[in-house]
């Protein structure tokens, strides 16, 4: 397993609050994932660093079982500005286990993390999808889960 340190930095973007109970995030997400597209979130969101889209989950309630909140969004340098009806939030610096998995897969690797015994610490993990990986024919997404 690869296992980074990682700088805290900002991302600005959409959220829904959701839960993997009954298959919730599997209706939530996707949603969200099309209104980040149909409404051109990502050309909303001011002071973008660079075009990699984040998918983050955060705010969780407990383990992967409960309530958590998903962002879809963009790394910016500040939280000074946030557009209405966004959400900013703080990746916290730490260390992550970084996987990575093809766009199509993205939900059988998040299944296999679930069942594994990674010593996850349930503050904030994340999906980056750079320019590349938000091309279906080219796709590779990174994983980022918090651990111990």
């Given at each position: 397993m690869?296992?980074?340190?990682?700088?805290?930095?900002?991302i600005?973007?959409?959220?829904?609050?959701?839960?993997?109970?009954n298959?919730q995030?599997g209706?939530?997400?996707?949603?969200?994932?099309d209104?980040?597209?149909s409404?051109?979130?990502?050309?909303k969101?001011?002071?973008?660093?660079?075009?990699?889209i984040?998918?983050?989950?955060?705010?969780?309630?407990?383990?992967?079982t409960?309530?958590?909140?998903?962002?879809?969004g963009?790394?910016?340098?500040?939280?000074?500005?946030?557009?209405?009806?966004?959400?900013?939030?703080?990746?916290?610096?730490?260390?992550?286990?970084?996987?990575?998995?093809?766009?199509?897969?993205?939900f059988?690797?998040?299944?296999?993390?679930?069942?594994?015994?990674?010593?996850r610490?349930?503050?904030?993990?994340?999906?980056?999808?750079?320019?590349?990986?938000q091309n279906?024919?080219e796709?590779?997404?990174?994983?980022?889960?918090?651990?111990?």
């Amino acid at each position: 397993m690869d296992t980074q340190e990682l700088k805290s930095f900002n991302i600005i973007g959409i959220a829904v609050r959701t839960s993997n109970e009954n298959g919730q995030a599997g209706i939530d997400i996707p949603a969200l994932w099309d209104k980040f597209i149909s409404e051109g979130i990502a050309d909303k969101i001011p002071g973008k660093v660079d075009n990699t889209i984040y998918s983050v989950y955060t705010e969780y309630e407990g383990d992967f079982t409960k309530p958590y909140t998903t962002v879809l969004g963009c790394k910016v340098n500040t939280l000074d500005t946030i557009p209405e009806g966004m959400k900013g939030i703080v990746i916290e610096k730490g260390r992550y286990i970084k996987r990575t998995t093809e766009v199509d897969k993205v939900f059988e690797e998040w299944t296999r993390i679930w069942n594994s015994d990674i010593p996850r610490v349930y503050t904030t993990d994340f999906e980056a999808y750079r320019e590349k990986g938000q091309n279906p024919e080219e796709a590779e997404v990174a994983i980022f889960i918090a651990v111990k």
